[in-house]
C-alpha cells in the first residue's frame, strides 16, 4: 500500500509539473515612444489604411519570447495595395527595439486582405503596429 501512495504522489507531481500555467505579461522594459508615421513619408503616400477598407485582417500574435520576457516595442510596416486588395512588397520601415517584432508584424500583414482601393493600386503604405503591455494593436 505504502509503495502504491509513493508512485502515486510521484506520478502526480510529475504531471502537474508538465501541466501548463497560465504566465501573466509583466513589463520588464519601457514601452518606447509612439515614432511620428507621417514623418517617414512622402505627402502622397497612403498611411495608416486611411484609403483601405478591410476585408481580411488579423492583428499579429505577440510573439511568445516577448511575451514571456515582458519586452515591448513597435514596428512601422510598409506595404503595397494592388488593384485586387492584397498586399504586396511588405517590409518593416522601422521597429524598436529592431527586428524583434519584425517577423510577427510582417507575417499578419502579408495575409491582410482589403477592398479593391478606388483608384487603383496604393503604394508606400504605412501601419504602425504596437506590441504594448502583453498586447497589439494598430497606431494612428
Same mark, same amino acid.
Do not use: H
Given at each position: 500500500?505504502?509503495?502504491?501512495?509513493?508512485?502515486?504522489?510521484?506520478?502526480?507531481s510529475?504531471?502537474? =509539473?508538465?501541466?501548463?500555467?497560465?504566465?501573466?505579461?509583466?513589463?520588464?522594459? +519601457?514601452?518606447?515612444?509612439?515614432?511620428? %508615421?507621417?514623418?517617414?513619408?512622402?505627402?502622397?503616400?497612403?498611411?495608416?489604411? +486611411?484609403?483601405?477598407? =478591410?476585408?481580411?485582417?488579423?492583428?499579429?500574435?505577440?510573439?511568445?519570447r516577448?511575451?514571456?520576457?515582458?519586452?515591448?516595442?513597435?514596428?512601422?510596416?510598409?506595404l503595397?495595395v494592388l488593384?485586387?486588395?492584397?498586399? &504586396?512588397?511588405?517590409?518593416?520601415?522601422?521597429?524598436?527595439?529592431?527586428?524583434?517584432? &519584425?517577423? =510577427?508584424?510582417?507575417?499578419? %500583414?502579408?495575409d491582410?486582405?482589403? +477592398?479593391?482601393?478606388?483608384?487603383?493600386?496604393l503604394? &508606400?503604405?504605412?501601419?504602425?503596429?504596437?506590441?504594448?503591455?502583453?498586447?497589439?494593436?494598430?497606431?494612428?
Amino acid at each position: 500500500m505504502r509503495r502504491y501512495f509513493v508512485f502515486s504522489l510521484i506520478a502526480v507531481s510529475a504531471l502537474s =509539473a508538465c501541466a501548463t500555467q497560465d504566465q501573466y505579461f509583466t513589463p520588464k522594459s +519601457e514601452y518606447p515612444p509612439d515614432p511620428w %508615421v507621417k514623418g517617414y513619408s512622402d505627402p502622397n503616400d497612403c498611411l495608416g489604411g +486611411e484609403k483601405l477598407a =478591410a476585408k481580411k485582417f488579423f492583428l499579429p500574435e505577440y510573439p511568445r519570447r516577448s511575451y514571456n520576457t515582458g519586452r515591448q516595442g513597435w514596428v512601422i510596416v510598409r506595404l503595397d495595395v494592388l488593384a485586387d486588395g492584397n498586399t &504586396d512588397n511588405v517590409d518593416v520601415e522601422r521597429s524598436v527595439p529592431g527586428g524583434l517584432f &519584425d517577423r =510577427a508584424a510582417v507575417g499578419a %500583414v502579408r495575409d491582410w486582405q482589403f +477592398e479593391p482601393p478606388e483608384g487603383g493600386p496604393l503604394q &508606400d503604405c504605412r501601419v504602425l503596429i504596437r506590441f504594448k503591455l502583453g498586447g497589439v494593436s494598430l497606431g494612428s
